[in-house]
């Protein structure tokens, strides 16, 4: 079994920048495609960005593409997510999940494909 914390989210103004974590514990989750998905107020959860196990391929949807860099030590056990040039309709609970992805794109996107989630951080950004 895995349990993932995240920390890392505040309130932060427009234009600013954050840098969420989330930390592994239980087994090691260095086979494990990671990702981060977000929920904003009354909207459904949806997709910002995923690394596979070994860390050479990421994945963005467009909305977050050029802002937000996700990164991995699986010497730590840990995932990073750096938000910069924050808008406040990044807003929205930030979740970390785990899982064995299947390979392509396509399924990075899919909450359904992780096995593990964290319980959330909040993440607040001011115009």
């Known amino acids: 079994q895995v349990q993932l914390v995240e920390t890392g989210g505040e309130l932060v103004q427009a234009g600013g920048s954050l840098r969420l974590s989330c930390a592994a514990s239980g087994r090691t989750v260095s086979t494990y495609t990671m990702a981060w998905f977000r929920q904003p107020p009354g909207k459904e959860r949806e997709f910002v960005a995923a690394i596979r196990p070994l860390g050479a391929i990421t994945y963005y949807p467009d909305s977050v593409k050029g802002r937000f860099t996700i990164s991995r030590d699986n010497a730590k056990n840990t995932a990073y997510l750096q938000m910069n040039s924050l808008k406040p309709e990044d807003t929205a609970v930030y979740y970390c999940?785990?899982?064995?992805?299947?390979?392509?794109?396509?399924?990075?996107?899919?909450?359904?494909?992780?096995?593990?989630w964290g319980q959330g951080t909040q993440v607040t950004v001011s115009s």
């Open positions: 999940a785990a899982g064995f992805v299947p390979e392509g794109g396509s399924w990075l996107s899919r909450p359904n494909r992780y096995n593990y």
